[in-house]
């Protein structure tokens, strides 16, 4: 059986990924340009593994700056009727986002800290029975502690 014939346009396509992923891997990890978020995430992923060879923290992990991140219009409010201000700390190698938010105004924020807001919860316990007459305590789920609502731009 004959194999399929692969289009042109296609061999150059892999042709260019193939030279992307060589170059990236070839360059010298002080020379990587930070521009995208991709970059600063392929940065982080040499340096990690740089410094687990070397046994040495020589390169460090850089967070991705917050303008490069993609963004959502939305109005955050507290479940419990609370009227302070709402801490929202998120600091991995992502990003580093520390600041507190006013419940009901409208903020313009990274999609990474809105899904980590959204899940912020209250635990619920419950007894369950564990068998033979025994019960246990465990989480049964978690309320959430904040309403996100998203505004779409016109």
Known sequence: MARPKVRED???KDLVKDMVVKTTHEMDITDMPFETMGDYM?????A????KK???ARYPIKPCP???HPHDRVTISRNDNN???IPALLSNDRIHFDKKLEPGKMYELPRCVIDHL????TPVWKWFDKGEGEKETRISHYEPRFSIRTHYRD
Do not use: V
């Open 83 to 85: 009227t302070g201000k």
């Open 54 to 56: 070397l046994r040495l």
């Open 66 to 68: 917050i303008e490069l």
């Open 48 to 51: 990690t593994s740089l410094n």
């Open 118 to 121: 959204a899940e912020k919860g």
């Open 42 to 46: 392929r940065y982080n992923e040499r």
């Open 10 to 12: 296609e061999q150059a």
